[in-house]
């Protein structure tokens, strides 16, 4: 097997995402402690489980290819950062091998079952998000940082439970076998089409993106004597509110911004993937989401899945990468 390919430039990058289905990028410095310390390991993943076009290992040195650490916001050495089919999936900072091996092994093995749906899948509360639509460059899922004892939603269906809107599996709906009775792995709206979501993170947060899946079963498929639910067309964000707003307080203050959704926004995944003003959406400690209504007639609005993307952490100036492993002072 091959040993680690070292990027001589930003083309030879995006040649080797292009050639390979999954790729694994060491982002490193010679001044590094904790990326030396690590470095054989890496050697030894690349040589024991690297397959040509399938599973690709690289080095990126941060000081000689400054513009690739900055795209993918490298503030940490080392940062390994995952990608399929040329999308980045998942990002570890950090001297971390077994989390680094594990991580890897059961992302080639979704890729050689040949997962379904986009950009990544997986099953349960481990291992890589499922995602309906694609990342943005340079961005990465940050849906784990949402504190989940903490979420909530006003005027859903009892039926329902909010934790499933951040489940990592595929939607049942995307499935050969969709759930039925008490399995249900989506959340409806109560009385009429509007919904409060409360999202607290455990950590600030920079949001790029905003990613809703929303599945409703057309009219012939649908056993039930009512209309369908509808697909969110309008929604308002809210940011670092202390708790949930009222339904009368969220339509009288203004939102840090509104979004209308076209039916044609809406992906063969029944995802949408919406862009936020990214100033406007700095340090972020909670998020709400106010469904204002739905596209279509029905008195019902359903999610399947949400998904943040953007930035955890606070971010750092190029020129200021730390190193991830050594005790201060050293």
Same mark, same amino acid.
């Given at each position: 097997m ?6 001589e430039?930003?083309e030879?990058?995006?040649? %080797? ?25 890496y ?5 024991? !489980? ?24 490298v ?6 950062i995952? &990608? ?6 998942? $990002?570890?900072k950090?001297a ?7 991580? !890897? ?18 099953? +349960? ?19 784990? %940082?949402v ?10 269906? *009892? ?6 809107? &951040? ?23 109560? !009385?009429?089409?509007? @919904?409060?979501?409360?999202?607290? &993170?455990?950590?600030? *947060? /920079? ?5 809703? *899946?929303?599945?409703?079963p057309?009219?012939?498929?649908? #056993? ?7 697909r969110?067309? @309008?929604? /308002? ?8 707003? +009222? &339904? ?7 939102p ?24 406007r ?13 739905g ?13 943040? !993307? +953007? ?6 100036? @190029? +020129? $200021?990468l730390?190193?991830?492993? #050594?005790?201060?002072?050293e």
């Amino acid at each position: 097997m091959a040993k680690p390919i070292e990027i001589e430039s930003t083309e030879h990058f995006s040649t %080797v995402l292009k050639e390979s289905r999954v790729v694994v990028a060491d982002f490193y410095a010679n001044w590094c402690g904790p990326c030396k310390q690590i470095a054989p390991f890496y050697e030894q993943l690349s040589r024991s !489980i690297a397959k040509p076009k399938v599973l690709t290992f690289v080095k990126v040195n941060t000081e000689a290819q400054r513009a690739l650490a900055s795209e993918f916001a490298v503030t940490a050495l080392p940062t390994f950062i995952l &990608f399929r089919d040329g999308t980045l999936v998942e $990002k570890v900072k950090g001297a971390d091998p077994q989390g680094l091996r594990s991580l !890897i092994e059961k992302l080639a093995k979704d890729v050689e079952a040949g997962g379904e749906g986009g950009s990544s899948s997986a099953s +349960g509360s481990g291992g890589l998000a499922w995602r309906g639509a694609e990342l943005p460059r340079g961005y990465t899922d940050i849906s784990d %940082v949402v504190d989940v004892r903490g979420l909530e939603l006003l005027n859903a269906d *009892t039926d329902f439970s909010v934790r499933t809107l &951040f489940n990592k599996s595929k939607p049942s709906a995307l499935g050969k076998n969709p759930s039925t009775g008490d399995e249900k792995d989506w959340v409806e709206s109560d !009385i009429d089409e509007q @919904m409060l979501l409360f999202v607290p &993170f455990n950590s600030a *947060t /920079k949001l790029h993106t905003l990613q809703l *899946t929303s599945l409703p079963p057309t009219e012939g498929d649908d #056993d039930d004597d009512e209309e369908p639910p509808n697909r969110p067309r @309008m929604i /308002k964000l809210f940011t670092n509110r202390p708790h949930n707003l +009222g &339904f009368d307080e969220a339509e009288d203050i203004d939102p840090t911004q509104t979004i209308e959704i076209e039916e044609s926004d809406w992906n063969q995944n029944g995802t949408v993937s919406l862009p936020l003003r990214f100033v406007r959406f700095q340090n972020i400690s909670t998020l709400v989401v106010f469904v204002v209504d739905g596209e279509g007639a029905s008195d019902k609005v359903r999610l399947d899945r949400v998904r943040l !993307i +953007g930035e955890s952490g606070e971010k750092r100036e @190029m +020129g $200021k990468l730390e190193k991830i492993g #050594d005790e201060p002072g050293e």
